[in-house]
């Protein structure tokens, strides 16, 4: 009987264990954002849109065929379509033709169409990158965040279990009168304000983990958690200069890329508009036959011309070779050229904010990141210089040297350096992600 219990909580708790999920590690956090966010896969598919625009452009170099069928009926005196002479009695025709068709010259239109759309592909492609980026950037955000309120909340936490053991020992000592009761009042106030900000932090903690799925596009469940990583002590950077990083980033973000395409292919534009200017050459060919039910075969006319027959013997063929000048088309070329000129300008300038939006951003993450160093290492210097102050401190209160109060300051003080310590810390982490990030170093925990 005993065996079977013991393999049935086995069992259960193999089940449980089974049945519990993983914490997420930040590559699976970015995988399943990168595979189900809207706005990636909207850039992919607009995209898709681009390369059939190429496929078609491509496709107007090869001749267009079109076939064509048509059946007449006639009553009373009418001319004989396949004999050119004069018939009194119903007939019925039928026409039958093949035609095609190319461009031999357009003013290089169509191949710098080609060049245009093969340009607006990478660019799309680009947009998909940037698209991406953007994703790794708010991912990055939510997972530091929850990280960051993880630790928050093992600090209040840890903040209760101190406090809870200071107040035992406060009780002891009221108790054999060594204490005054106010003292004890005091630190169980201190005790009910640490469970409140354990409280807080929790809630903080999953309203992180909330936001964190909802930027997945994951059904938010109670049982999600992230991995913490070995490591979450910001490492020193690199020393590079504000411009060589900016040097580096227009190499690599997507951005910069996407808006160099688009010049290229408003310069392309240009060219096509200005290809209206030239005359057009066109080759056409036509392959026709008809059949007419009046049509008799025979010296006498006496024989019915089978269908067949009347196709084959009445095929003609023809060519054409026509060329179109434009000498006046209401201004709308000119029109056109124009709006490219413009169009080409405006991508100049696209392009230009683009890579100033870039360094200004690079500037201030910079400062930023240099700043947020600087805080980092004072804060760890205060937090040393606090919590020598507050062991002091809580050894005195301890054998009943000091008061409630002074004891309860060094400890609120203590607590507040070790949450600006922990925001320091995740503020340094964050900016130095994002400068990585900049000069195209992925992001990793």
Known sequence: MKRKTRITVLFLLAAATAGAQKPWTFRQCLDTALQRNITVNQARMSNELNKVTLSQSKAARIPSLSASASEGLSIGKNIDPTSNTYITKGNTTTNLGVSSSVNLFNGFQTANTIRQNTITVLAGESDIEKAKNDVTLNITTGYLQVLFTQEILQAARSQVEATAAQADRTEKLVNAGKSPESDLLQVQSQLATDNLSVVTAQNNLDLARVTLMQLMDIPVTDDFDVQVPESAEPLQPAVLTRDQIYLKSLQVQ?????????????????????????????????????????????????????????????????????????????????????????????SHLSEQNVKNTLRKTIEQTYTDLRAAGKKYEATKQQVTAVESAYRNAEKKFTVGVMNATDYLIQKNSFTQAQSSLIQAKYDYIFKQKILDFYQGKAITF
């Open 254 to 346: 997507p951005q910069v890329a996407a808006a160099s395409f688009r010049t290229n292919a408003s310069e392309m534009a240009l060219k096509v508009s200005e290809g209206a200017r030239w005359p057009r050459v066109t080759l056409g060919a036509n392959l026709n036959s008809s059949y007419s039910s009046s049509r008799k075969t025979g010296s006498h006319n006496e024989q019915t011309y089978a269908f067949t027959d009347q196709v084959w013997d009445n095929l003609g063929e023809s060519f054409s070779l026509g060329i179109s000048i434009p000498i006046y088309s209401n201004r709308q070329i000119r029109s056109n050229i124009e709006k490219a000129r413009i169009n080409l300008t405006n």
